[in-house]
C-alpha cells in the first residue's frame, strides 16, 4: 500500500496535467486548425491533380517529344500505366499519401519522398536565407525612416523601395549576377554548395539568389513597417505618455512603437511566404540551384503528375503551418492575447 | 504615382545599361573555332546544357529507357562511347565497333566489335553484349529508338558470329543502317553485368558503359558529374578528370555563368542578340556547326485552303527567305531548297525549277483564287517564333492573311493529330535524310506529322532509305526533292545552324571544332576536348 500511493499520485498528477493540457486554448487552436487544414490540403490535391489532367498532352507525350509516333507514346503510357482513368489513379495516389508513400515519379520511377528529400534543403535554406536577407535590412531602415518622415533617410528609402517593387525579380537576378559574379568576380553566378562541403562555399553560393528574392520583400515590409511606425509615433496615447514621461525619441520608437508594430510586420511576413516560396522556382531556375522549385518546374513541364502532387502538398503544408505559427507567435509576443479568453 | 513610374523606369533603364555593358564585348569575332595546338592532360570542365532541351534527362540515362536520349547525346556519349561516330566532313569513324559491312541485297548487317575493349565495371565488351543491347534498345519506348527504322526479322532478327561480329537481319533493305544507328540509342551500349547487379532503377541513375567518363552522382536534370574512365580503350584519352553537365534556367543566365567562370561550354544558343554578344567576347569562342536541318513550311494538302495547288505556290512566291535569313539571323543559316542541307548528305545547293521569291507572282495567284487566309502554327521556341513573325508580315504584302499561332508541344500533337492544321513551320531531314527526324516524317503518307499523302513520293522516299548504294540513294533523294519542289508541297527556307560557345583555352571536335548535326545539335567528342591550363 504504501508503495502504490506516491505511484497513483504521480499518475493521477500525470493525467491532471494531460487533460488540462488538452484544454489548453493554444493547443484547441492547433487542433482546430490542423482539423481544418485537412480539407483544405485534400482540395488542392484534387485542385492540382484536376489541372494536370486538364492541360494538354500526357506525360509520355512530353517525354517522349514532338518526333514520337503515337504508338510510341502509347507503349509507353501502358508501360507508366497512365492508361487507367484518371479518378483511378487519383484515388491510388491519395491512399498511397495517407499511409505515408507519396508514390514514384512517373518519370524517372525514384521515390518522391528521395527526391523531395534530395531537394528540399537547398530550398529551406534559400528561403530561409531570403527571410533573414529581407528582415536584417528592413528592420533598421524602417526604423531610421520612421525616426525623422521626409528625412532623408526616409526619402532615401522611399527611392530604394520603389525601385525594388518596380523590377522583376528575375531581371534584378541577372544585374545581381553582372555585378557581383561577373564584373566583380566575388560571388558565384550559378551553383549550389552543399553545407557537407563547407559552411563559408554554402553561404557563398546562396547569398545572390537570397537577396533576389529577399530585396523586393525587404522594400515591401521598409514601407510597411515605417508606415505603421510613423503612424503609431503620430497618434497612439502610449507613445505621447512615454514622451510626457521624459523617455528619448529612440527609446520610445524601440521599444514602445516598434514593439507593437511587429505584430502587423509578423502578419505580412507570414502571409508573403507563399510568394517568397513561389519566387524560389523562378530563381532555382536562374542560378541553377537543385531545389524544390526547380523540381517543381521539370515535374509540370513533363506532366509527372505523382511529383507535381506530391510537391504542391508539401507547400500547402508549409503555409498553413506557418500562418498557425504565426498566429501563435502573436500569443508570445503579446501577453494580452490568450486564444480560447473571452474578450471582456 | 507618376514618380512611382518614373522610379521604375529608371530602375529599367539602370538594369538594362548594367547588362548591356556587362555583356558586351570589344574582342574579334571568333566563328571558326579553335582545333589547333597539343592536347593536354587533366582539368575539368562544366558544360552548361538549357534546361528545355538539352540539360532535361527526366528518366534517367539508361539507353533504352531514357525517353530524351536524342536531346541527351552528350552525357550519353561521354558515359558509353559510341559504336559509330560522326567525324568532321560527315566522316563515319568506327570507335567502340572497328567496323561494320551491309550485304549487296542491304539485308543484313554487320558489325565488327573491336576486340579487348572492357565496360567501366570491368566486364567484356563483347558481341554478345551488344546483341542483348541492340535488342533491349529495339523494344524501348524512346524515339531514338532504332525500331522506328529497322524491320528485324521476327525470328534471330539480330545474332552474334563469334565474340566479335552482331549481324542485324532485315526484312526489307536497309542501307541507311549505320547512320540511323548513329542517330539512336543503339549506339550507347549499356553493361549488362552492372544492369543486372544493380538493377533498371538504380542503372538509369548511376549508369555504367564502356565510355570515356565515369558517373560519380547523378542529379535528375540538374547535375550529371562524371570522371575520367581510366581503362577507356584509346590511351592517354580521355584528356579531361572531370566532366559536368550543368542545367541551367535561361541563355541569358548560361551566357553570364560563362562570363563569371562558372561554366566552360553551353550547347546549342539560339537567340540572335546572344550570339552576337558572344562572337564579339574576346573570352568566347562560338563555333556555327554546320546545318543540317532545315526550317519547312508545312501545309496541309488534305484540306482547304492548301489541297488547291494554287495556294501553295502563293505561298513559295510570298516567301522571301533572304530576307528572313539577313534580317533576323544575320545570314548565319544556309539557305535551303529542300530537306538537305550544306552539312548533311546529299545536299544540293539548288532544286531545278524551285518557285523562288516573287511578289507579283503571288499576288496574281491570291487574286485568283478570291484571297486567302491561312493559320500558322509552330512548335513554341525562339527561332520559329521569330520566323513565324516575319512570314506573317511578308505574306501581308501578297495579300495572304495570316494567323501565326504558336504551340505547346502537347497542343502541337493535338492539331497535327485533327488534321485539320493548315500550315506548320517545321525542320524536316538529318544529316542522313533517313535517320534522325527524317525527310518521311514530314512527307510520307504513314507518318503522323506529314501533310502530304502522295503514293510517289512514298515509294522514292522509301527505296532511298533502302538502298545500300550511296550514288543511288543521292539521285533518288534528288528526285524526291524535286518533285516536292514540282508539287509545291513544302516550301523549304534555311537550315538552322546551332552555334556552341566555349571559353577560350577550351577545345575539342564538335564543340570548337565543326561537325555536322546528327539530330539538333553535333555529337561532341568529350573523349578528345582538352584545356589548355
Given amino acids: 500500500m504504501s508503495t502504490s500511493t506516491p505511484a497513483l499520485g504521480a499518475d493521477r498528477r500525470v493525467s491532471h496535467g494531460l487533460a488540462r493540457a488538452l484544454r489548453s486554448p493554444s493547443l484547441r487552436l492547433i487542433g482546430r486548425r490542423l482539423a481544418a487544414a485537412i480539407p483544405v490540403l485534400w482540395g488542392v490535391t484534387l485542385l492540382t491533380f484536376l489541372v494536370l489532367n486538364i492541360m494538354p498532352g500526357s506525360a509520355a507525350q512530353q517525354l517522349l517529344g514532338a518526333d514520337a509516333t503515337p504508338e510510341q507514346v502509347r507503349q509507353l503510357e501502358a508501360e507508366l500505366n497512365l492508361d487507367q482513368p484518371a479518378w483511378v489513379r487519383y484515388w491510388e495516389w491519395l491512399q498511397g499519401v495517407v499511409t505515408g508513400d507519396l508514390g514514384n515519379s512517373i518519370a524517372s520511377g525514384q521515390p518522391v519522398t528521395t527526391i523531395i528529400g534530395q531537394r528540399l534543403p537547398v530550398s529551406v535554406e534559400l528561403v530561409l536565407c531570403a527571410i533573414i536577407v529581407s528582415l536584417a535590412f528592413t528592420v533598421p531602415l524602417a526604423l531610421m525612416a520612421a525616426r525623422r518622415p521626409n528625412g532623408i533617410v526616409d526619402r532615401l528609402s522611399m527611392v530604394l523601395s520603389m525601385t525594388g517593387l518596380s523590377i522583376a525579380n528575375y531581371v534584378f537576378a541577372l544585374v545581381l549576377v553582372v555585378v557581383f559574379a561577373v564584373i566583380f568576380p566575388v560571388l558565384p553566378a550559378i551553383g549550389f554548395v552543399p553545407l557537407s562541403d563547407g559552411l563559408l562555399g554554402n553561404l557563398r553560393s546562396l547569398i545572390l539568389p537570397a537577396i533576389a528574392i529577399g530585396f523586393p520583400l525587404f522594400c515591401f515590409y521598409t514601407r510597411f513597417l515605417r508606415g505603421d511606425l510613423v503612424e503609431q509615433m503620430r497618434g497612439e496615447d502610449y507613445v505621447v505618455t512615454a514622451k510626457a514621461k521624459g523617455v528619448g525619441p529612440w527609446r520610445v520608437l524601440i521599444r514602445h512603437a516598434f514593439r507593437n508594430s511587429l505584430f502587423g510586420l509578423l502578419t505580412i511576413v507570414g502571409l508573403n511566404l507563399g510568394t517568397l516560396i513561389g519566387a524560389t522556382v523562378i530563381i532555382e531556375q536562374i542560378f541553377a540551384l537543385p531545389g524544390i522549385g526547380q523540381e517543381l518546374l521539370q515535374a509540370i513541364n513533363n506532366r509527372d503528375a505523382v511529383v507535381v502532387q506530391a510537391i504542391v502538398l508539401l507547400l500547402a503544408v508549409v503555409v498553413v503551418v506557418a500562418n498557425l505559427i504565426t498566429d501563435l507567435l502573436y500569443a508570445v509576443l503579446d501577453p494580452r492575447i490568450r486564444y480560447g479568453q473571452r474578450s471582456a | ?198 538493377g533498371e532503377k538504380k542503372f538509369k541513375i548511376t549508369p555504367v558503359g564502356a565510355g570515356p567518363f565515369k558517373v560519380v552522382s547523378n542529379k535528375l536534370s540538374s547535375e550529371l558529374a562524371l570522371e575520367r574512365n581510366p581503362t577507356y580503350y584509346e590511351k592517354g584519352k580521355p584528356y579531361l578528370d572531370r566532366l559536368i553537365f550543368k542545367t541551367i534556367g535561361s541563355e541569358q543566365a548560361a551566357y553570364q555563368a560563362l562570363q563569371a567562370g562558372q561554366g566552360q561550354a553551353y550547347e546549342g544558343m539560339n537567340i540572335t542578340p546572344l550570339i552576337e554578344q558572344a562572337r564579339k567576347n574576346p573570352q568566347l569562342t562560338v563555333t556555327q556547326q554546320p546545318a543540317t536541318s532545315p526550317y519547312v513550311i508545312q501545309l496541309n494538302t488534305k484540306v482547304a485552303p492548301f489541297d488547291d495547288k494554287r495556294a501553295r505556290e502563293a505561298i513559295y512566291y510570298a516567301t522571301d527567305t533572304n530576307a528572313i535569313r539577313e534580317g533576323l539571323f544575320n545570314n548565319w543559316y544556309p539557305v535551303s531548297q529542300s530537306f538537305t542541307a550544306p552539312g548533311g548528305k546529299f545536299h544540293h545547293a539548288s532544286v531545278p525549277g524551285y518557285r523562288t521569291y516573287d511578289l507579283e507572282k503571288a499576288k496574281a495567284l491570291v487574286q485568283e483564287l478570291g484571297g486567302l487566309e491561312v493559320t500558322l502554327g509552330t512548335l513554341d521556341a525562339y527561332v520559329a517564333n521569330q520566323v513565324n513573325e516575319a512570314l506573317q508580315s511578308q505574306w501581308e504584302k501578297a495579300g495572304i492573311k495570316t494567323t501565326i499561332r504558336s504551340w505547346q508541344l502537347a497542343t502541337l500533337i493535338k492539331e497535327f493529330d485533327s488534321g485539320k492544321w493548315q500550315s506548320m513551320l517545321q525542320t524536316a531531314g538529318a544529316w542522313d535524310p533517313a535517320a534522325g527526324v527524317s525527310v518521311d516524317f514530314r512527307f510520307a503518307s504513314t507518318s503522323p506529322y506529314t501533310g502530304v499523302w502522295d503514293p510517289k513520293l512514298d515509294k522514292l522516299l522509301l527505296d532511298a532509305a533502302a538502298t545500300v548504294d550511296e550514288s543511288e540513294r543521292d539521285r533518288l533523294y534528288t528526285e524526291a526533292a524535286k518533285y516536292i519542289s514540282d508539287q509545291a508541297y513544302a516550301p523549304f527556307m534555311f537550315a538552322f545552324a546551332p552555334q556552341n560557345v566555349a571559353v577560350k583555352g577550351v577545345q575539342g571536335p564538335g564543340l570548337t571544332t565543326p561537325i555536322s548535326s546528327l539530330l539538333v545539335g553535333p555529337a561532341i567528342w568529350w573523349e578528345d576536348v582538352w584545356r589548355s591550363e
Fill in chain 2, 1 to 198: 504615382m507618376r514618380s512611382r513610374a518614373k522610379l521604375a523606369g529608371l530602375a529599367l533603364v539602370a538594369a538594362s545599361s548594367l547588362l548591356v555593358a556587362a555583356c558586351g564585348g570589344g574582342g574579334a569575332t571568333d566563328t571558326e573555332g579553335s582545333g589547333s595546338g597539343k592536347p593536354q592532360r587533366g582539368g575539368s570542365l562544366t558544360v552548361l546544357e538549357g534546361a528545355g532541351y538539352a540539360g532535361a534527362w527526366p528518366t534517367g540515362l539508361d539507353p533504352a529507357t531514357n525517353t530524351t536520349g536524342g536531346a541527351n547525346q552528350s552525357q550519353m556519349n561521354a558515359i558509353f562511347g559510341r559504336l559509330f561516330k560522326l567525324g568532321e566532313g560527315g566522316k563515319i569513324v568506327p570507335s567502340l565497333a572497328s567496323g561494320y559491312d551491309i550485304s549487296e541485297d542491304g539485308k543484313t548487317a554487320k558489325i565488327e566489335i573491336r576486340p579487348g575493349v572492357e565496360f567501366q565495371d570491368g566486364t567484356p565488351f563483347d558481341a554478345e553484349t551488344v546483341a542483348w543491347h541492340f535488342q533491349r534498345v529495339v523494344d524501348s519506348p524512346c524515339n531514338c529508338s532504332p525500331s522506328r527504322y529497322w524491320r528485324l526479322e521476327k525470328k534471330n532478327g539480330i545474332t552474334t558470329e563469334g565474340d566479335d561480329t552482331v549481324v542485324l537481319h532485315f526484312t526489307v533493305p536497309s542501307g541507311a543502317v549505320i547512320s540511323q544507328l548513329l542517330s539512336s540509342n543503339a549506339n550507347w551500349v549499356a553493361s549488362r553485368t552492372a544492369l543486372e547487379k544493380m
